[in-house]
T-cell receptor, first 114, second 113 residues
C-alpha cells in the first residue's frame, strides 16, 4: 500500500530562523506532490505542488520544496519563519497507479516562537 | 466568489439517526471528494467523484454513502451514524484532468453520541 510519512509531528522554530518540514513517500513512480497548510479552525490551503516539471517548486508565502526522486522525499522549507506561519502542514501525494485517490501525511504542527 | 460550501458546519446527533452533510461548489469542477480528519491521522479520503454519476471509494468508505447527481453537489450520507464517525469532515473539489489542486470547504464538525 502507498504511504506518506511526515517525519516530525511537531516542529518549533524561532521567528526569523529557517523552517524545514520533512516528507517521504513510499514509491517513486511518477507521483504528484503537494503541501497544504491548515491554520487553526480553518480549511486547507494549497502552498505548492509538484507535477513533473522543475524539481524545485516555489509556493506562496516564501515556501518552497524540492522533489528528490532517489530519496522519495519532498521536504518543505522557508528561509525565515514568520509568526503567521504557525499552522498544521500536510504533505499529500497522488500516484497514477492508484487512480485519483489522494494520500495525506499525518501532519506537522509548526510553532513559531517570538 | 469561487468557493466550496458545506452544511451544516456543526452537528451533534445520536447513534443510528440518518444524516446528510451537503457540499456544493460553484467552480464547475469535475472532481469532488470527502475527507475525515482525526487527531494524529491526518486526512483520510472517504469517497471521491470524477464526474456526475461516477464515484469511487477512498481509504475509509465504510459507513458512508455519496451521490453525484449534479456536477456542483456531492452530499455525504451517514445512514446509521456511530460514535466512531465523530470527526471533522472536509469536502474538496478540483478542476480534474490537468489541474490537481484541491479547494477545500470550511469543514463540518460531527459528534455522534
Amino acid at each position: 500500500a502507498q504511504s506518506v510519512t511526515q517525519l516530525d509531528s511537531h516542529v518549533s522554530v524561532s521567528e526569523g530562523t529557517p523552517v524545514l518540514l520533512r516528507c517521504n513517500y513510499s514509491s517513486s513512480y511518477s507521483p504528484s506532490l503537494f503541501w497544504y497548510v491548515q491554520h487553526p479552525n480553518k480549511g486547507l490551503q494549497l502552498l505548492l505542488k509538484y507535477t513533473s516539471a522543475a524539481t524545485l517548486v516555489k509556493g506562496i508565502n516564501g515556501f518552497e520544496a524540492e522533489f528528490k526522486k532517489s530519496e522519495t522525499s519532498f521536504h518543505l522549507t522557508k528561509p525565515s519563519a514568520h509568526m503567521s506561519d504557525a499552522a498544521e502542514y500536510f504533505c499529500v501525494v497522488l500516484w497514477p497507479s492508484t487512480g485519483n485517490q489522494f494520500y495525506f501525511g499525518t501532519g506537522t504542527s509548526l510553532t513559531v516562537i517570538p | 466568489e469561487a468557493q466550496v460550501t458545506q452544511n451544516p458546519r456543526y452537528l451533534i446527533t445520536v447513534t443510528g439517526k440518518k444524516l446528510t452533510v451537503t457540499c456544493s461548489q460553484n467552480m464547475n469542477h469535475e472532481y469532488m471528494s470527502w475527507y475525515r480528519q482525526d487527531p494524529g491521522l491526518g486526512l483520510r479520503q472517504i469517497y471521491y467523484s470524477m464526474n456526475v454519476e461516477v464515484t469511487d471509494k477512498g481509504d475509509v468508505p465504510e459507513g458512508y454513502k455519496v451521490s453525484r447527481k449534479e456536477k456542483r453537489n456531492f452530499p455525504l450520507i451517514l445512514e446509521s451514524p456511530s460514535p466512531n464517525q465523530t470527526s471533522l469532515y472536509f469536502c474538496a473539489s478540483s478542476p480534474g484532468t490537468g489541474s490537481l489542486e484541491q479547494y477545500f470547504g470550511p469543514g463540518t464538525r460531527l459528534t455522534v453520541t
